[in-house]
């Protein structure tokens, strides 16, 4: 048995399985009650039916993102260093992650961004995970399929996983 959270679409066309050391990653900003927004990139692997995204590492801000109580830009300083180490291992960039004080609601522009995402052959991420973790904690999960609007994915009770 696994303590790996697992949040799938109504459809389970999509589902995302967390390990735990990336949930404690995501869950740190909330433990620290910060009033500013942070965020960072979701690094893993992909089942071979690709349905399943397993999120094993969660990398934090670049040193040149920027970020108010209501905002985040997520900078690049670094990323393709640590991408190109990690595509070697056979994990890849996955989606993003932000952390909001207060509910776990994504922005507009969170939400126009992870479009973005989906749509650039640059990012090679067709279909980009979003999470966005509230100040108790709390995760929401989104995938944007390129093309498509974005779908919420929904926390698996255990025993759960078709």
């Known amino acids: 048995m696994t303590s790996a959270k697992r949040f799938a679409s109504t459809d389970w066309k999509f589902s995302v399985e967390l390990s735990s050391h990336a949930e404690s990653a995501l869950r ?3 433990a620290k009650c910060r ?5 960072g990139i979701l690094i893993g692997k992909y089942s071979p039916d690709q349905r399943t995204a397993f999120v094993t590492r969660v990398q934090g801000p670049p040193p040149d993102s920027r ?3 209501t905002w985040f830009v997520r900078g690049v300083r670094g990323l ?3 991408l190109s180490r990690y595509w ?8 993003e ?26 990012y090679c991420c067709p279909e980009p995970l979003l999470c966005i973790v509230g100040s108790r904690g709390e995760l929401r999960w989104f995938v944007a399929p390129r093309g498509g609007a974005e ?12």
């Open 28 to 30: 740190l900003p909330a």
């Open 35 to 39: 009033v500013r927004e942070t965020g």
């Open 67 to 69: 970020a108010g109580s």
């Open 80 to 82: 393709q260093r640590v």
């Open 88 to 95: 070697a291992r056979g994990e890849y960039y996955l989606g």
């Open 97 to 122: 992650w932000h952390y909001h004080p207060g509910a776990p609601i994504p922005s507009p522009e969170d939400l126009q961004q992870i479009r973005a995402i989906a749509s650039s052959v640059a």
């Open 151 to 162: 779908i919420e994915l929904h926390r698996l009770c255990e025993g759960n996983n078709a």
